[in-house]
């Protein structure tokens, strides 16, 4: 044959002894399609006259079963016209692995191992075949010699196809991994990229938030910050005259109970305080109007323990005395409710902060809701906000990334009622091991044709020049909570306005 080559193999034992030598005749694909189309010629030319081959001559019609997968086979077929489907099946799909024609063997396999029928042959097209057994095919071998030869060959060359199908197998496979590792890495990058990309859209929303929050920031600091120099300023000028003064009291423990009630003074409103100035210049008529305001603020104990010293006219320092250390008392108080107050915007605003790149902790998010409202007060002053959080469960999460989740809803709030109305926060659990919260306003709500894409990132009611934010902030807000394994969603407030609820898998120890 044109592509075929005669070579001598030589053939050796284990230990590398010749045993002798024998032909080697490899087939090019033109020799195997020759081979294949004499053998269908000669078997369709022997068949009117071969009553053995017409024995095992059969016909199939299209779709019907030839051979079914992991069924017992004890014959072997060989196609004389039409074509075949081989099937494999993968998770109850038939899988269309190859498609043989004339002059190939269906059932090779299992027909000289004995094993099960390793693959469907369904007919594509109305086919026939030569189906035989063992002992006929010995027979066929021997009554046709013309025949017996390139039955043979068609064998060798059918498992040898085999296996170098599945050596091409292997190694499309193997080329596959590569290919699926590589854009496995691809995809973790991407993920990698769109994670710090998600990171930083975060971080700019938050940092867009606290920038425009700043203003109120400053107000909130602002205001114990003045508190703390009016105390400081006030001790530095009467600490000198008292420390002079205190030796003229008859009782030296009096300023000590003074400077204690100060401490301890509760405050009173304005009107309590008018009423009480009336009284005590009613009472003490020679005394100046800015003494008769301090004394006001004494408790009915500690005017009583002052009542001498107010009726002496002769002794004014001794009443002043007293007057300051009270005075100099509530000053103490002041200096600590605002370097507490002061104390507590930083922790919140540190809080409020925090590196979401960090890793997540157990945190209680009340916590972070009461310091997401200290962080926006000013925002709030205008707003009468109700707050009722019960114990729940802790939650693992990241605590910046939720509490940037409650700017983004109450400030969206805000916005919606124009910074006054009634703003409702409430927290909760729910079944299965889910803890939930809600922020409700009074405003105008959300309207239907919005609720469905209203968490979008494409989707803003905010311009160029909105107050908060990017624009951006429930896209983000939805990303967080779904980062979390939570939920979110909105709906009507009965009474009117919008309800935003969220729900977070509670933490398991």
């Not at 009117?48 to 019907?64: C, F, M, N, V």
């Not at 050596?167 to 991407?190: C, D, G, I, P």
């Not at 859209?201 to 009016?230: D, V, W, Y």
């Not at 020049?465 to 951006?472: A, K, Q, R, S, V």
Request: with cysteine; charged share 25%; proline share 3%.
């Amino acid at each position: 044959m044109a592509n075929d080559e005669r070579r001598m193999q030589i053939l050796r034992n284990s230990r590398d002894q010749v045993l002798g030598q024998m032909d080697r005749i490899e087939y090019g694909a033109a020799g195997r399609r020759m081979d294949k189309d004499a053998f269908v010629k000669t078997i369709k030319e022997l068949l009117p006259g071969s009553e053995l081959l017409s024995r095992h001559h059969q016909t199939y019609e299209k779709g019907e079963i030839i051979l079914r997968e992991n069924q017992d086979n004890r014959r072997l077929f060989v196609i004389l016209s039409g074509s075949v489907n081989q099937l494999k099946k993968l998770d109850d799909i038939d899988i269309a692995i190859d498609l043989q024609g004339p002059g190939d063997f269906m059932g090779l396999l299992s027909f000289t191992t004995g094993q099960p029928v390793f693959t469907t042959a369904r007919a594509n097209t109305q086919v026939e075949v030569l189906r035989v057994g063992q002992s006929s095919l010995d027979k066929i071998q021997d009554g046709y010699p013309e025949i017996s030869k390139i039955i043979q060959r068609l064998i060798f060359y059918n498992l040898s196809e085999r296996y170098r199908r599945v050596v091409t197998l292997h190694m499309e496979v193997a080329q596959l991994s590569r290919e699926l590792e590589k854009e496995r890495n691809n995809l973790r990058n991407t993920i990698t990229e769109l994670e710090q990309t998600r990171n930083l859209l975060i971080n700019q929303e938050k940092m867009a938030t606290l920038g425009e929050l700043t203003a109120g920031l400053a107000h909130e600091i602002n205001n114990p910050a003045s508190a703390l120099l009016r105390s400081v300023d006030y001790l530095t000028r009467v600490l000198p005259e008292m420390a002079e003064q205190a030796g003229a009291l008859p009782d030296t423990g009096l300023v000590r109970a003074f400077l204690e009630a100060g401490l301890a003074r509760e405050m009173q409103s304005t009107g309590d305080q008018r009423n009480k100035m009336r009284e005590i210049q009613k009472k003490y008529p020679h005394l100046s109007r800015s003494v008769v305001r301090d004394m006001a603020e004494l408790s009915n104990e500690m005017l009583e323990k002052i009542e001498p010293y107010a009726n002496n006219s002769e002794k004014p320092l001794s009443l002043r005395l007293l007057l300051d250390s009270h005075q100099a008392g509530v000053f103490l108080g002041s200096i600590k409710l605002s370097t507490g107050r002061i104390g507590h915007l930083v922790k919140s605003l540190k809080s409020y902060s925090r590196d979401s790149r960090a890793e997540p902790e157990v945190a209680d998010i009340r916590l972070g809701i009461q310091e997401t409202l200290m962080i926006i007060g000013n925002r709030l002053r205008d707003v009468d906000v109700t707050v009722n959080l019960p114990e729940i469960p802790m939650v693992r999460c990241y605590v910046g990334e939720l509490n940037q989740v409650w700017t983004n809803i109450i400030i969206n709030a805000c916005d919606a009622m124009e910074d006054t109305g009634k703003l409702y926060i409430n927290c909760g659990t729910a079944a299965g091991d889910m803890v939930w919260v809600t922020i409700a306003d009074d405003g105008p709500g959300v309207p239907d044709n919005l609720k469905a894409k209203i968490f979008d990132s494409s989707f803003t009611t905010k311009t160029a020049g909105g107050e908060f934010g990017l624009g951006i902030g429930l896209a983000i807000t939805r990303s967080i909570i779904q980062k979390h394994s939570g939920t979110i969603s909105v709906r009507d407030r009965m009474g009117g306005g919008a309800e935003f609820i969220i729900h977070l898998p509670a933490y398991k120890k």
